[in-house]
């Protein structure tokens, strides 16, 4: 899984291929019928906002970071808990933490935004739709909020580790993170 996360963590490229194709073959799933190709292409079209977004928090990571290669080992260092010994390294470590803390600020009101914009598609949906629709729906709603909220907390109780290992003088013990 180390390799995926470091292969994808550079070609972000493949995470927006991937993630079209992914969304492309929900659709298609759910409503059989048109082009495969033309649900592509629209699904494609849509994501160049949410793909612009994402660009631009990843230039400001990569600038708090200093490379891409740099983002990539400070991000896996992270995800471990490995506090970094070395001072240009603890120094990017901390910028980057302060970014993701600051751009994680209002993610309890933006996860309960999620959670009624999909139930209300979802119930929108059962009053409109058809029954595999629905079903199809329902399992996207309780196992997208479901990860979304077990992923925002793991990666807070992530970022607040390490930002107080950061603030202490050496560096700190490894945190545990089998309870999450």
Known sequence: ?????????????LQFVLSVLAGSALIVLL???PSVLSVVIRTTVISVG???????AR????RAAGSTDGLVVLDRKLRKGDVPTDPPE???MRALVTQRLHRTRHRKPALVFLTVLFVSVTVLTAATGGLR???????????????GIYN?????????????????????????????
């Open 1 to 13: 899984m180390e390799r995926v996360n470091t292969l994808l963590g550079k070609h972000i490229w």
């Open 31 to 33: 409503f059989p019928g």
């Open 50 to 56: 949410g793909i612009a977004a994402v660009l631009l």
């Open 59 to 62: 230039r400001k990571e990569k």
């Open 90 to 92: 603890r120094d990017g």
């Open 133 to 147: 629709q629905t079903i199809g729906l329902a399992l996207l709603t309780v196992v997208f909020i479901g990860c």
């Open 152 to 180: 925002s907390s793991l990666q807070q109780r992530r970022l607040h580790a390490m930002d107080a290992a950061l603030r202490s003088e050496g560096a700190a013990p490894r945190p545990d993170y089998s309870r999450a």
